[in-house]
């Protein structure tokens, strides 16, 4: 039994070993969400705390409460079929870097939101970060006890971290930010480096709390194993941002946070589709990964992007998809550098659009 699993791990790591190097694999790999859209719902032992207004604080947080979540999610992956291990993040859903620099961070319906607290954007000069903060302390809990916790069955990666003008405009208000854009541009820059700096340095103080996973690491939410070490990154208020805009004042930082990694992935909606060409010339961006939002475009609309995407980068889609449209991305996409990442509501439903994947590629 111990050598059957040992197999059929190095058979999800050969496939995605080829996977990065863009290998002809006759179908994408495929990943699952399950059960909640919504990343603050999954964790049941955290219902009390997403309540409308109610502030979040780091004490309130008790991650041996939410171990059984983790077992739970893990055990509903493993009957899924997918190509992909697992990964367990520090809870998905919470504004880790937005607490760390200061924000207040409270409950919602579904999720948890962070607030602005400047009241200009000369304040931006005074924020700093430090390995002390609770924020910082509270994650690196995460990672310690459930690294501790998987004994070695899943890989620990990184949860979503919003980026440099995302974690910025949370602090001094999106509109402050596009003014501050024209007016303070220096201000903003060494805000923005120092946002990436705590990132960079939150990601490799994880690295020294986890350990590596059957020789590599893993892109936390997407579940997507690397044969090296990486990190990932969004810049979702880009979308209020022109092309000039963002190779003035962000291009050179998302270059910043890719070095020193092996391998790296950006986040993007359909709404930032306009800074596509400037993302793809980011030499030490390996992957880009493209939500197909609710409310649309469809994958048909999107094929375009995608296929340009998929030209030189690595794709990583994330998507509700229903038979139709797999066939439509088996019909319009290579299969080289594709990995779909699917939101299902069930396991159950999950294997049967794993079996679809699997019998369409014969």
Same mark, same amino acid.
């Given at each position: 039994?111990?050598?059957?699993?040992?197999?059929?791990?190095?058979?999800?790591?050969?496939?995605?070993?080829?996977?990065?190097?863009?290998?002809?694999?006759?179908?994408?790999?495929?990943?699952?969400?399950?059960?909640?859209?919504?990343?603050?719902?999954?964790?049941?032992?955290?219902?009390?705390?997403?309540?409308?207004?109610?502030?979040?604080?780091?004490?309130?947080?008790?991650? /041996?409460? @939410?171990?059984?979540?983790?077992?739970?999610? #893990?055990?509903?992956? !493993?009957?899924?079929?997918?190509?992909? &291990?697992?990964?367990?993040?520090?809870?998905?859903?919470?504004?880790?870097?937005?607490?760390?620099?200061?924000?207040?961070?409270?409950?919602?319906?579904?999720?948890?939101?962070?607030?602005?607290?400047?009241?200009?954007?000369?304040?931006?000069?005074?924020?700093?970060?430090?390995?002390?903060?609770?924020?910082?302390?509270?994650?690196?809990?995460?990672?310690?006890?459930?690294?501790?916790?998987?004994?070695?069955?899943?890989?620990?990666?990184?949860?979503?971290?919003?980026?440099?003008?995302?974690?910025?405009?949370?602090?001094?208000?999106?509109?402050?930010?596009?003014?501050?854009?024209?007016?303070?541009?220096?201000?903003?820059?060494?805000?923005?480096?120092?946002?990436?700096?705590?990132?960079?340095?939150?990601?490799?103080?994880?690295?020294?709390?986890?350990? /590596?996973? @059957?020789?590599?690491?893993?892109?936390?939410? #997407?579940?997507?194993? !690397?044969?090296?070490?990486?990190?990932? &990154?969004?810049?979702?208020?880009?979308?209020?941002?022109?092309?000039?805009?963002?190779?003035?004042?962000?291009?050179?930082?998302?270059?910043?946070?890719?070095?020193?990694?092996?391998?790296?992935?950006?986040?993007?909606?359909?709404?930032?589709?306009?800074?596509?060409?400037?993302?793809?010339?980011?030499?030490?961006?390996?992957?880009?990964?493209?939500?197909?939002?609710?409310?649309?475009?469809?994958?048909?609309?999107?094929?375009?992007?995608?296929?340009?995407?998929?030209?030189?980068?690595?794709?990583?889609?994330?998507?509700?998809?229903?038979?139709?449209?797999?066939?439509?991305?088996?019909?319009?996409?290579?299969?080289?550098?594709?990995?779909?990442?699917?939101?299902?509501?069930?396991?159950?439903?999950?294997?049967?659009?794993?079996?679809?994947?699997?019998?369409?590629?014969?």
């Amino acid at each position: 039994m111990k050598g059957s699993v040992m197999d059929h791990n190095q058979e999800k790591i050969n496939m995605h070993e080829d996977f990065w190097a863009r290998k002809s694999l006759g179908r994408p790999l495929v990943s699952f969400q399950l059960k909640e859209y919504m990343v603050g719902r999954r964790f049941s032992a955290a219902q009390h705390l997403l309540v409308e207004g109610k502030e979040l604080t780091p004490d309130l947080l008790n991650v /041996d409460e @939410l171990i059984s979540d983790y077992e739970r999610m #893990y055990a509903e992956a !493993c009957k899924t079929g997918q190509d992909a &291990f697992w990964v367990a993040e520090p809870f998905n859903g919470i504004p880790w870097m937005e607490g760390i620099f200061g924000c207040k961070i409270t409950g919602a319906n579904d999720s948890f939101v962070a607030h602005p607290f400047m009241t200009s954007v000369a304040d931006l000069k005074k924020i700093a970060f430090t390995q002390s903060n609770p924020w910082f302390r509270k994650y690196i809990e995460f990672v310690t006890k459930i690294t501790k916790f998987a004994e070695g069955r899943f890989p620990v990666g990184q949860p979503i971290l919003r980026g440099v003008s995302d974690v910025v405009g949370t602090m001094i208000g999106q509109t402050n930010l596009i003014f501050a854009l024209m007016e303070e541009p220096e201000i903003l820059r060494d805000a923005f480096y120092v946002v990436a700096e705590a990132q960079k340095a939150l990601i490799k103080a994880q690295y020294q709390y986890s350990a /590596d996973f @059957l020789g590599g690491h893993a892109l936390g939410f #997407y579940h997507v194993w !690397c044969p090296g070490r990486c990190i990932w &990154f969004q810049e979702d208020l880009s979308a209020l941002f022109s092309p000039d805009l963002y190779d003035q004042h962000i291009k050179e930082i998302d270059q910043y946070i890719c070095n020193d990694y092996e391998y790296t992935m950006m986040h993007l909606h359909p709404a930032s589709f306009f800074i596509i060409d400037s993302i793809l010339e980011i030499d030490q961006l390996k992957a880009i990964q493209i939500n197909k939002d609710i409310g649309g475009p469809t994958i048909k609309e999107m094929l375009p992007t995608l296929q340009k995407v998929l030209k030189k980068k690595n794709l990583i889609l994330f998507a509700e998809l229903d038979e139709k449209e797999i066939d439509l991305i088996f019909k319009e996409l290579p299969s080289e550098g594709l990995f779909l990442n699917i939101f299902a509501p069930t396991a159950v439903r999950a294997a049967e659009l794993m079996e679809k994947i699997k019998c369409t590629a014969v």
